[in-house]
């Protein structure tokens, strides 16, 4: 069906799909009755195998780099499945999507950018964000989930800019060890686990495969396609449609005020897209103008 699309119409419609998927993740999460580390392990278990299928030759193209995002990659599947089954699903996914935060925090050293006026404002308000969970869950006991959640988005920036820093070529390899990671380290508890049954074996498979393998898989073949901002937000479906699936499936609703910090986070984050992208194009048509008349 893609191929019928103009290319930038599929690359939107890939995205979507890639942020669909991965919104999943937490229902499937929550309704297995498996401990985190055996989730994971056949998740990535499946996820390897399909990387290795789509990429072949890309996985064995190794650096320090892609090892350490590798490291980060398998610390951040493992802390985002805990954090699911220790606080809401909605706490667990907003409170990854605090990356941009550190992200904004960090490029300024990394890459030698300076610190916008409008980055400021978005740590401050995703700041206030991320106080509201915290105010909104003492009283359910989802602290340790939500701490463990806070970690995973940190690990989502390190392993974000530590892509960024490396070749294209290589952002495959990373993920595919990355999963191999997480499947030594699950071994234990695989093996101490119960035989799935078959609707088990079901939501197992999604997960490794579709949820994960192939959301990857659509997402880096729309982000070759469409704008960094129309990437950007449509990604932003993911965290918005993830605790409407654990709600509809599962039942769990969140506090009031960890929704709100949730869709202040998330609201402030697209804002700034559109912000920065609003003043590219001016930038870019300031230069046209100056070069017509010259």
């Known amino acids: 069906m893609l191929t019928r699309l ?94 941009p935060i550190y992200v904004l925090l960090l490029e300024p050293l990394l890459f030698r950018l300076p610190l916008e006026r409008i980055n400021i404002w978005t740590i401050v308000v995703c700041f206030l964000g991320m106080v509201l969970f915290f105010l909104g869950d003492l009283e359910m006991g989802n602290t340790t989930g939500n701490v463990i959640a806070l970690g995973s988005g940190v ?79 449509l990604g932003m479906l993911e965290p918005i449609l993830n605790p409407v699936w654990v709600f509809i499936g599962y039942g769990e609703t969140p506090s009031k005020l960890a929704l709100v910090g949730g869709l202040l986070i998330i609201a402030m984050l697209s804002l700034r897209v559109v912000i920065k992208e609003r003043t590219k194009y001016r930038q870019y048509k300031m230069m046209q103008s100056e070069e017509v008349q010259a």
């Open 6 to 99: 103009s290319a930038h119409k599929a690359g939107l419609l890939a995205v979507a799909v890639a942020a669909l998927l991965w919104s999943t993740g937490g229902l499937f999460i929550k309704l297995l009755p498996f401990e985190p580390l055996t989730i994971l392990f056949y998740r990535s278990a499946c996820a390897a195998l399909l990387f290795g299928l789509l990429f072949r030759n890309a996985i064995f193209r190794l650096n320090g780099l892609t090892i350490f995002v590798s490291i980060v990659y398998a610390a951040l599947m493992m802390t985002f499945v805990f954090s699911t089954k220790l606080t809401t699903a909605a706490n667990a996914i907003f409170l990854q999507y605090t990356a």
């Open 155 to 233: 690990l989502l920036a390190a392993m974000m800019l530590g892509q960024r820093k490396n070749d294209p070529t290589r952002h495959e390899a990373a993920i595919f060890w990355g999963n191999v990671l997480v499947v030594l380290i699950a071994i234990p508890s695989y093996l101490q686990s119960a035989t799935p049954q078959p609707l088990e074996w079901g939501m197992l498979l999604f997960l490794g495969f579709v949820q994960m393998g192939m959301g990857f898989f659509f997402f880096t073949y729309g982000l070759k396609r469409v704008l960094a901002i129309e990437g950007s937000l």
